[in-house]
């Protein structure tokens, strides 16, 4: 069923239609998402190189959220980070500042769930040389999870995800 999605794909593509061809590939994904979870993957990712070859990354950014939704559902947490990580830096090239800093702090907050607080902290300092991250809401979130989890304690992690929330 991939190859009909990917069949329309190159259709649209040949037609010059690039954004119609990533649309297609999206949609394609989006109907694989049960019933063959990887091949979704590869769609959404497909979907997302053909927007970004077509100076559209803009119109990606659905595209990106589905993406890293289905790489956490399947518990693929190297490749959902990639992804975030990516979709960071697609925002700041298309200047979503918010949703950048929110993709970077959701980054750390996958290592920080599968219990890889090295990693965690890795993409924490990564992330702390890109000047809008620095100074936003999301980089004194990332800092206070970590103070809370270096404590090892369920509720004082608990209470910071509350006071971020609220």
């Known amino acids: 069923m991939a190859e009909f999605y990917r069949q329309a794909g190159n259709y649209f593509g040949q037609a010059g239609r690039v954004t ?18 990887a091949e979704a993957s590869a769609l959404y990712l497909e979907a997302i190189e053909q927007y970004e070859n077509d100076g559209k990354e803009s119109q990606a950014t659905d595209v990106f959220r589905q993406a890293i939704s289905l790489l956490i559902r399947r518990q693929a947490w190297s490749d959902a980070v990639s992804m975030l990580m990516r979709f960071g830096e697609v ?4 200047s979503a500042r918010s ?7 959701g980054a750390i907050v996958v290592w920080l769930h599968v219990g890889d607080m090295q990693q965690a902290w890795h993409v924490f300092q990564d992330c702390l040389g ?5 100074k936003s809401d ?9 103070m809370a ?18």
């Open 138 to 146: 999301e980089a004194f979130a990332a800092d206070a999870l970590f």
């Open 99 to 105: 949703s950048q800093s929110k993709a970077y702090l």
């Open 20 to 37: 119609a061809a990533a649309d297609a590939l999206a949609r394609g994904a989006k109907a694989l998402e049960e019933k063959s979870p």
């Open 130 to 134: 890109i000047e809008n991250f620095t």
């Open 149 to 166: 989890y270096q404590t090892g304690e369920a509720a004082k992690v608990q209470a910071v995800i509350q006071g971020k929330q609220a």
């Open 91 to 94: 925002c700041d090239k298309v």
